[in-house]
């Protein structure tokens, strides 16, 4: 086990998961999507019962939509400088992710605030990670908001959306300490490794707690 592993702890163990059928996925994500890769691969391990219908992504240049290519996931590119208002681009996300059969909705990295439009279409099935240990440091820049109020314990939350930003119901976190030379960078990678320790595990026990009809 490395230093980081040992010293960083879940906090949400998951021991009520229970079995599940087959959940259909969509992700969506703005950036790199490591935590895409990571939903991925607990899939194909098998640690994860789900398949991902779609993956739909905002900025062009976006590393994510290459690793959906790898996983030969189907990816949509929903620009959101295309569309006219926030409720536009929900209306469009809505409709990709219907058409694709998608039960649950898995925000990884999507950097866009949404609207009632896309939480009333999957309620209760819209689930973010945020990087932080919620309800500390909401918003842009988590990770810098907690070095600079000098926590000493850092990490990451996956929640379901609500209206209001980074505020619904905690599924599972996991704690992360700050070290003495820690810099944005270093502490976010060391958060990273446990979002995608917990991601995968905070799905399926959403997922048991909500029945599809
Ligand atoms: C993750 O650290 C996630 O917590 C954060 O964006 C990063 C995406 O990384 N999300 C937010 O800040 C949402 N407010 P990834 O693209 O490598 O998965």
């Known amino acids: 086990m490395s230093t980081d592993s040992a010293m960083s702890s879940l906090i949400s163990p998951d021991t009520s998961v229970s079995p599940h059928p087959t959940l259909k996925l969509g992700v969506m994500a703005s950036g790199s999507g490591s935590n895409f890769e990571a939903i991925a ?14 993956l739909i992504y905002n900025n062009p240049g976006a ?25 536009a681009l929900d209306e469009a996300i809505v409709s990709t992710l219907q058409q694709r059969g998608v039960e649950w909705v898995i925000m ?42 000098g926590v000493k314990i850092a990490g990451c939350t996956v929640h379901r959306v609500v209206t209001e930003v980074d505020s619904g119901e905690i599924i599972m976190q996991a704690a992360v300490p700050v070290l003495p030379d820690d810099t944005p960078e270093r502490l976010q990678n060391r958060i990273h490794a446990q979002e995608h320790c917990i991601y995968p595990r905070a799905i399926a026990l959403a997922a048991s707690q909500v029945s599809i009809d």
């Open 108 to 149: 990884a990295g999507w950097m866009r605030i949404v609207t009632p439009v896309l939480i009333a279409a999957f309620r209760d099935r819209i689930l973010n990670i945020h990087p932080s240990l919620l309800p500390s440091f909401k918003g842009n820049r988590a990770v810098e908001q907690a070095l600079k109020a």
């Open 41 to 54: 691969q607990a899939i194909a391990d098998r640690q994860l019962n789900a398949q991902i219908q779609v």
């Open 63 to 87: 590393k994510v939509a290459a690793r959906a290519d790898r996983w030969s996931v189907p990816s949509v590119l929903l620009d959101h400088r295309n569309f006219s208002s926030r409720e």
